[in-house]
């Protein structure tokens, strides 16, 4: 699992999240007690929630998919849909997420 802080002007709103979702992955998304669940390409399971004002997500990989291209667009589109969720580029995830295990 991993947490993500969420850029200022970006709510920590789940219905925001729901239409980033249904605009980066196609497919069903189901609603759970603030649990937003689907399936994308090489990822078997994609379940997202807010927890303390982050965007918390959770993957499962799914191993049986061997297609390099299928692998490599699943990544495209989960790199845009967590930009798109938090306002923040991979690199800047990265530089967050080190500065929060450092305990700056």
């Known amino acids: 699992m991993q947490q ?15 239409s980033v979702m249904t605009e980066c992955f196609s497919g069903e ?10 399936s994308y390409g090489a990822l078997s399971e994609i379940k997202v929630w807010i927890e303390n004002k982050k965007l ?25 849909f967590l930009y798109k969720a938090t306002g923040y580029t991979a690199k800047e995830r990265i530089k967050n997420a080190k500065k929060e295990v450092s305990g700056e």
């Open 4 to 18: 993500y802080k969420l850029k200022r002007g970006f709510k920590p709103d789940i219905d925001r999240i729901y």
């Open 29 to 38: 998304i189901s609603r759970n007690e603030g649990v937003l669940e689907t």
């Open 56 to 80: 918390s997500v959770d993957t499962v990989s799914d191993n049986a998919v061997t297609d390099d291209e299928t692998v490599i667009q699943t990544n495209k589109s989960f790199r845009d």
